[in-house]
């Protein structure tokens, strides 16, 4: 089946810097792929839609120039939090769509859990 | 009101039980249904996924969908502590669309040897 690797799995950085997350397909190619975020014991929350060759779409409250995202081949798509803070902290899910699989449904990355301290 | 409403539990039984886990919607333009396994500290896996009203079965699990009622449910049968983990139901209006793709709040299932 469809493969979405995500890293790193976990990591911890300083209020101020940068953090970069990467969302790869493995084993086929995803025009669109979709960030994440998610709160304990909370559902995922759409941040933004990333799309291969062109700007990313943002959903409504997120901050395009904190979540900085970049879909430069169809297998790989990153996000960057830029000037993280305490606030920042949660887990970030990368998703894209097998568009050939039997099934429609999205295949998730196995998380980022990012911790800003 | 939220679109998609699932209680979020947490939900113990003993080994061996069958789980009912449900969602109700009330957005009728839903025609796309999913089900997502998440364990801790990890991304959801793509358990179910039906379109429409009726039922479909996979192994120890079956997805449920009614959609006159505007309900949809998952049944594990034969539980096993390998099945402690949060469910959410994904609902979406279109076959293509994340953007769309709703989720419930998630059910914590915790299965007891």
């Known amino acids: 089946g469809a493969v979405v690797s995500q890293h790193p799995s976990r990591v911890i950085c300083k209020s101020g810097t940068s953090v970069k997350i990467e969302c790869r397909s493995l084993?086929?190619?995803?025009?669109?792929m979709f960030w994440y975020r998610q709160f304990p014991k909370k559902s995922l929350m759409l941040m933004a839609t990333?799309?291969?060759?062109?700007?990313?779409?943002?959903e409504q409250g997120v901050e395009k120039d904190k979540f900085l995202i970049n879909h430069a081949s169809l297998t790989l798509s990153t996000l960057t939090v830029t000037s993280a803070h305490p606030e920042d902290s949660s887990f970030y899910i990368c998703?894209?769509?097998?568009?050939?699989?039997?099934?429609?449904?999205?295949?998730f990355g196995s998380g980022t859990r990012l911790t800003v301290v | 009101q939220k679109e998609v409403e699932q209680d979020p539990g947490p939900l113990s039984v003993p080994e061996g039980a069958i789980v009912s886990l449900n969602c109700t919607y009330s957005n009728s333009a839903f025609q796309y249904f999913m089900w997502y396994r998440q364990y801790s500290r990890k991304g959801p896996e793509l358990l179910m996924y039906t379109y429409s009203s009726g039922n479909k079965e996979d192994g120890r699990f079956t997805a449920q969908v009614d959609k006159s009622s505007k309900y949809i449910s998952l049944f594990i049968r034969d539980s096993q502590p390998s099945d402690s983990a949060t469910y959410l139901c994904a609902m979406s209006g279109s076959r293509v669309s994340a953007r769309q793709l709703t989720f419930g709040s998630g059910t914590q299932l915790t299965v007891l040897p």
């Open positions: 084993d086929f190619q995803a025009t669109t």
């Open positions: 998703s894209a769509r097998d568009s050939t699989g039997r099934d429609s449904g999205y295949t």
């Open positions: 990333s799309n291969e060759g062109s700007k990313a779409t943002y």
